[in-house]
Structure formats: structure tokens, C-alpha cells
């Protein structure tokens, strides 16, 4: 079956996780995605926090998978030509640089649109171009902190606290992604290319829209209803850190289970629905709650939200995690157990669903990784290993004409990436004169 992006050429000079995470969703979806990386180790992840001596780390297979590897020295003219040869022949373009550095590499976007007017360049960077912080390097937790996310994040009388979702890096490249393919449907109409640019404070900020709305409604009434602060704490003039609760006028709070004095994840979320309220009673066997006016309505329960609370965990006292949710359900109150990442990693449905896949790797054998969040009812991403450094170097410049003499050529000027063969060459051979690229060509 022809995948919706079949066809469609990526470059990916991308590094980390924003870019990463960008180009392989759309790889994953059909689109032909070559990562262009470094001579000197490529992308920076495939050596952090490894697990397994000399081998690609997690961190980096977890991010590249289902694309091609060329590795090349762009700072020199045999390594810029590579790239502009690249540039006219590809749909997309995407890099996360930092600021100025795709300038200084000498493919800015006005050169880009010379080489090749129809191409769409996307582009992550920490800040957009009219903020005062626009030069600065940022990373995952930084962004979370600049997008507002970290200073509503948290109790309330503890720091402003990082999430561990990655909602300034993956995030971004999500949102990049949407851009992308929104541009090459626009092209599809005017022909013509355009650059498409994601921030990464303005992608956190997006993901909390809500607390810029709790912001507004604070200035405007002086107080949050929802908020474990209402209505016996009191409000300053920002947003508050919340704990565990809902925010979105649902009370709700992390309650303890069965086990949880040993078990750091013994425990469910647990959510108070207004129009449910009946139900949620029966559920936790409190019948005397419903019409009681101490408890009957949403206002009435927000002053001793947390005595509720107290006697719904006595309830789950004796019931593990996974009895409490079987419980609850029939009752529609909307639960969840608090799931580890071990739990998630052998969680046989989310096996079963593709959501956590096991793919090979011809250094590590097999790694667990992400699949794809997305689902379609007529294919199904299939998730392939991540390349090794220049595993495609052979390939990529065949199909733009280079000989077999001529790469080896380009190998010992490092320009590409040695092999270990050609590490062995004899200084004899690495004196030849270089041939140029257009007396390489076939």
C-alpha cells in the first residue's frame, strides 16, 4: 500500500529531540527522510546516556527511526555542493540550529529559495524572531519555564516544577509537523515553497492555553473556584501552582491505594464530575452524600474538597490500583491508575495497539520505542530500526550521480565519513589529488 507521504524527499538536519521528533512522525507516514549529521559522532544523542558501550544510545534510536543516515563534512566545497545538490532535489527541509548557524553554514533561507524555490524550511528554535530572548540556546526545561508551564506547575508552596513529558522539545516538533505538512498542501495550490518556524515557548505556551485563561478570569474576580487555594487559601495576582488538581472545573486529586506505603505508583486519579455526582456517591458506597447540602453541590463540597478526598482513599484502602478503576467504572467516574514506565513498557494493550513497538537494530538486536500516537483506519505505520552514522552515504550520492571512485575519494578527504576499511588506506592513497565533483560524475 502507497503511504500518504510516499514521495515526498525530507532532509533532516536536525540534532536531539525537537527536530528528531519532527521528521520521523512524517517519515513514519511515507515521507523519504534523510538525516544529514556530522562526520564527528553525528547527532549528538547517539552518544548520550548510552546503555551499551559504542553503540547507539536509546536517546537516539527512540527519535530516528525510519530514516536514512548520510554523514558529511558541510564546511567544506565538496560538502556544500552535497547539500545544495540535496536542496534541489528535496520537498522539505528542517533544522534546529541554533540561531544564525544555518547563516553562517552558508544555507540561509534566501540562498535555499535560489537553490530551490518550491521547498518548505522548518525551523525549531528556542524563541521566535521578536523576542527579546531570540538568541538564546534553550532546551526541553527551559522552554518550559519561558511557556509558563513550570510556574503553574507544582504545589503551592513548593518551586515552580518541570514536567517530564517533553512539552518544549517533542511538542515542538509536533506542532512543526502540522506546519509542515500544512505548507505542502498550500504548495500544492501556488507551487511555491515557504519557510515555517516553531518556537518552543510558543509551543509550551499553546499546551497551556487554560492557564492563560485562569490568568484573565484572576484579574477579572481576584480568585480561582477550582483551585485547592479556594476558599479558605489566598490569591496573589498570578496564576498558582495547583498540585493535583484538575483545572478544568472537575475536582480531581491523585488519591492513595493499596500498597502505596512501598509502591511509589500505587495510586488513581480521581475525578469528581458536577453531573455525576450521584453515581460517584454510589461508587464509593457514600449514598448519604448525594442530597446532603453540605455536599450536594459543586460549591458546597470546594470548602472540604480534601475531607471528601480523605474518605474516598479510605474506601481504596484495600482495593490495588487496577480493583479501584474496575470499581469505579461502572459508575462512569473518570479514573485512572497512575501507570510506571515499566507497567507501560510490557502493558500487552498498548503492545497490542502499536503504541509501544519493538523494532530491530543491527547493533543492539531490538529496542522498545514509541510508535506512532496516530491512528488510521487504513494503514498502519510500520517502525523500522534507526540508521547507523552514514549508513546511506553509498546510496544518497549514487542517486545523485557520484561514482564509486569519486565517493571513495570524498572519504579519504573527510569529507564523508571513513569507513573502517578506509581507515586502513595508505598514505600514498590519502595524497592522490582529489578529483573534482563534475570529473566524478558518471
Known amino acids: 500500500m502507497s503511504l ?51 553503540v547507539d544510545a536509546l536517546y537516539f534510536t527512540q527519535l530516528n527511526s525510519n530514516k536514512k543516515s548520510l554523514a558529511v563534512n558541510t564546511k567544506t566545497p565538496e560538502g556544500k555542493e552535497i547539500m545544495e545538490q540535496l536542496i534541489r532535489k528535496a520537498d522539505v527541509l528542517v533544522e534546529n540550529f541554533a540561531p544564525g ?48 508551564a513550570a510556574s503553574t506547575t507544582g504545589f503551592w508552596d513548593g518551586p515552580p516544577t518541570v514536567s517530564a513529558a517533553a512539552l518544549g522539545d517533542s511538542n515542538s516538533g509536533m506542532h512543526l509537523a502540522i506546519g509542515i505538512l500544512t505548507a505542502l498542501i498550500g504548495r500544492q495550490k501556488t507551487g511555491k515553497g515557504q519557510k515555517v518556524s516553531v518556537s518552543m515557548q510558543d509551543c509550551v505556551l499553546n499546551l497551556c492555553r487554560v492557564k492563560l485563561r485562569d490568568q484573565l478570569r484572576l484579574e477579572r474576580v481576584g480568585y480561582l473556584e477550582e483551585y485547592p487555594q479556594y476558599p479558605n487559601g489566598t490569591f496573589t495576582d498570578v496564576v498558582p501552582r495547583g498540585g493535583n488538581a484538575g483545572g478544568g472545573g472537575q475536582p480531581g486529586w491523585v488519591l492513595k491505594c493499596k500498597g502505596w506505603e512501598t509502591d511509589p505508583n500505587a495510586y488513581i486519579y480521581f475525578t469528581i464530575q458536577e453531573q455525576d455526582w450521584g453515581p460517584t456517591c454510589q461508587a464509593v458506597g ?52 497512575v501507570l510506571s514506565m515499566k ?3 510490557y502493558d500487552p494493550a498498548l503492545r497490542a495497539s502499536a503504541t509501544i513497538v519493538e523494532v530491530p537494530h543491527k547493533q543492539r538486536g531490538s529496542y522498545l520505542t514509541i510508535g506512532s500516537p496516530i491512528k488510521f483506519s487504513e494503514f498502519t505505520p510500520t517502525i523500522t530500526g534507526s540508521p547507523l552514522l552514514g549508513e546511506h552515504t553509498d546510496e544518497v550520492l549514487t542517486s545523485l550521480g ?21 581507515v586502513a588506506e595508505t598514505d600514498q592513497d590519502s595524497r592522490e589529488p582529489a578529483l573534482t565533483v563534475s570529473e566524478g560524475k558518471k
Not at 312 to 320: M, P, R
Not at 415 to 420: D, F, P, T, W
Open 4 to 54: 500518504p507521504l510516499e514521495g515526498i524527499k525530507i532532509i533532516d538536519f536536525t540534532g536531539v529531540q525537537a527536530g528528531p521528533a519532527c521528521t520521523q512522525l512524517l517519515a513514519w507516514f511515507g515521507a523519504d527522510v534523510l538525516k544529514v549529521e556530522r562526520l564527528n559522532g553525528g547527532d549528538v544523542t547517539r552518544r548520550q546516556l548510552r546503555d551499551i558501550p559504542d
Open 101 to 148: 548557524a544555518m547563516d553562517r553554514m552558508g544555507f540561509s533561507w534566501k540562498h535555499i529559495q535560489e537553490l530551490n524555490p518550491k521547498l518548505i524550511y522548518g525551523s525549531v528554535k528556542g524563541f521566535n524572531d521578536q523576542s527579546p530572548y531570540f538568541d538564546l540556546k534553550v532546551y526541553e526545561n527551559v522552554a518550559q519555564c519561558a511557556g509558563g
Open 286 to 337: 457514600k449514598p448519604e452524600w448525594i442530597d446532603d447540602p453540605a455536599y450536594s453541590t459543586a460549591r458546597a463540597r470546594q470548602s472540604h474538597i480534601f475531607e471528601i478526598f480523605a474518605d474516598i482513599e479510605k474506601w481504596l484502602a484495600d482495593k490495588t490500583k487496577y480493583e479501584a478503576i474496575d470499581k469505579l467504572r461502572p459508575y462512569g467516574v473518570p479514573c485512572a491508575p
Open 343 to 345: 507497567e507501560i513498557a
Open 402 to 422: 557520484y561514482s564509486s571512485d569519486l565517493i571513495a575519494t570524498l572519504r579519504q578527504a573527510n569529507v564523508l565519513l571513513k569507513r573502517a576499511s578506509d
